[in-house]
Each structure stands twice: as C-alpha cells, then as structure tokens.
C-alpha cells in the first residue's frame, strides 16, 4: 500500500501527464521527419507510466537525472514544452540554450540534471547529485533513470557500492524495454532479472509493472519513503517497452510485429483511459477538453521553436567553466 493516496485528481493528472509525453514525442517524430530536427533523436512512445507513476510521489525539489531518451523527463519534471522543443531545433531559447539538443536537456531551476549521451555515464552523477543532498542535510533525493543496456556498465557496480556504503539518498531506476539499442536482454547478460544486480550490495531491489502508473506509484512510494528516512538506496527494474526504435534510424528487425502489437495492447495511456471511464472519474467531454488542451500545447510549442532565434556565434565561449573569467584562449 501506498502512503499517498492514489485518487481521482491522480488518475486525472497520470493521464494528462501521459497524453502530453505522447503527444510531443509524436510531434518530434514528424519534426524529425521534416528535418526541423536534427543529430539523435529518440522517442519515449510507451513508457509514459515510469515517469507518471513517479511524480505522483515525487517532490517539486527532488533531482532527476537520465540518459538520452530523455524529452518526457524534461516535461515530467516541469521543463517547458516550449523550452524543449527549441532546444531540439537548436534555438537560443533552449533550456540548454541551443547547445544541448536532443540528448541534453538540463534545467537547474526544476532540479532536472540531464539528459546525458554517455552509457551509463549519468548513474555515477546521479548518487553525486544525491550525496550533496545528504551533506547539505535536506530531505530530498534523486533519481537516476537509466537504460536495460546501461546497467552492463561498469560504473553501475562502483557507484551500487559506494551509494550503498554511506547509505545515500537515491533511487536507481532501471527502464527495461528488452532491447537495449537493439539487442535483446537475453542474449547480452546471464543475468535476466535485472533488479537482482542490487542485492548482492544490500539494495533492496524489485521489478515492477512500468506499464501501469499505479504499480509504479506503489513501489516509488516506498523507495522515496525509505530514502528520506536516511535508510538508502533503492533499485527498482521497470519492465516497460517503447513502441518505436532505439532510434529514429533503427529499422527494428529484432522484434516482430506480434510482439509489438501485444505491447500495444497494454497502453499505458489507454489502459488508464479504460481506468478512469470504469471509475466514472471524467465523461467524454473531459477528455475532449484534455485532448484539445493538449494540443494546443504541442502547437504552441512547435511555433515557439520556429521563431525563436539561433545562438549567437559568441555562445560557443560561455556555459564552458563555471568561473566566467577563467583564463583559456578564445583565438
């Protein structure tokens, strides 16, 4: 059982949360298509409820920190949709003024730490970022997202230990949609069960449904709880799918299209649509009102990136070192 109450305005709130990550991942897909977006893209289609789940727990000023399928963290975390859109086209309006695109979405201001291209690489950051909230001794913590694929990387293990060691306050999330890049989990590690890499360093660690927000709302619950009251870390395996490539360059041919369509069946927007209509939460009219709400979101967002203007060439010598007068050659 969950110590925050899972109510109507939550369901509400999960399916708006939701339609919005979709809606702007469907949108970016097409952008990208039209080449308004450009360099890597990678579309989060299907696992909105991992993120849904999560802020129904999480607080304003707890951290996140992920790797680079990362539009819907930014979004969950309160980035605007305007901000990230630019930032996709490279325009100075960015939340990474330009200069992050895709891949490398930050906000200091809504405690969102990246969007990090590196495998792998912002799970060591992540217990960094939750060892400043435990010598600052506030009660807040982070979380780490990362991919099935990253979890072979060594960096994981180190910072398993260390983050268990001084018991810091972090939640590693592992969103396991069964390909990696596009090798199955199967055939790349001997160990399937993902969430079992946390035991051997005393993490409590477990699996969860990532296609239902409820589930994941549960098994944040517990995991945030426990970090707050200074007991730790936790690992949670989130076994989720994403309905489209790696990529956007990836053909797929490593799943069949039976196996895509039994996913789809389990939608986590539609599942929780199917929730609320059984609950008698919200009639058609709701859902026309959000649908359109959305809309009008993403639309605004697409025409914000299309007016916004390019950085500046002088851009490239700032946002470098954290000291604006640090002595480097600019010839």
């Not at 199967?186 to 477990?206: C, H």
Request: hydrophobic residues 35%; negative net charge; glycine residues 10%.
């Amino acid at each position: 059982m969950s110590s925050i109450e899972i109510t109507k305005d939550t369901y509400l709130m999960w399916y708006e949360q939701m339609l919005l990550m979709r809606k702007f991942e469907e949108k970016t897909g097409q952008l990208y298509g039209q080449q308004k977006i450009r360099g890597f893209c990678h579309l989060y289609i299907g696992q909105e409820a991992v993120l849904a789940g999560a802020m129904s727990v999480m607080k304003q000023e707890d951290s996140m920190i992920t790797a680079y399928r990362d539009h819907a963290h930014a979004l969950a975390k309160g980035v605007t949709p305007n901000a990230i859109m630019a930032e996709m086209y490279g325009k100075a309006t960015g939340c990474s003024k330009g200069k992050g695109g895709s891949m490398h979405m930050f906000d200091k201001s809504k405690h969102f730490y990246g969007g990090h291209g590196i495998v792998g690489g912002q799970v060591p950051l992540g217990a960094g970022v939750a060892f400043a909230e435990k010598y600052k001794g506030t009660e807040f913590v982070n979380i780490t997202y990362m991919g099935d694929g990253a979890v072979r990387q060594g960096a994981l293990t180190e910072t398993f230990n260390m983050a268990a060691l001084w018991k810091l306050p972090v939640i590693f999330i592992c969103e396991n949609n069964g390909y990696a890049m596009g090798t199955s989990v199967e055939r790349t590690t001997i160990q399937t069960d993902i969430y079992k890499l946390g035991l051997p360093y005393g993490i409590p660690s477990s699996a969860v449904d990532g296609m239902d927000p409820a589930a994941v709302h549960v098994a944040m619950d517990e995991a945030i709880s426990r970090a707050r009251a200074g007991e730790g870390p936790t690992f949670l395996e989130m076994r989720t799918y994403r309905f489209k490539g790696h990529s956007m360059s990836d053909p797929q041919k490593y799943r069949t299209k039976e196996e895509l369509e039994s996913y789809k069946a389990k939608d986590p927007i539609e599942m929780t649509k199917q929730a609320i209509v059984e609950k008698k939460y919200a009639d058609d009219a709701w859902f026309e009102e959000i649908d359109a709400k959305i809309k009008a979101i993403v639309d605004e967002a697409v025409q914000f990136a299309e007016e916004s203007p390019w950085p500046e060439a002088s851009e490239l010598y700032t946002d470098v070192y954290v000291q604006e007068d640090y002595p480097y050659i600019r010839d």
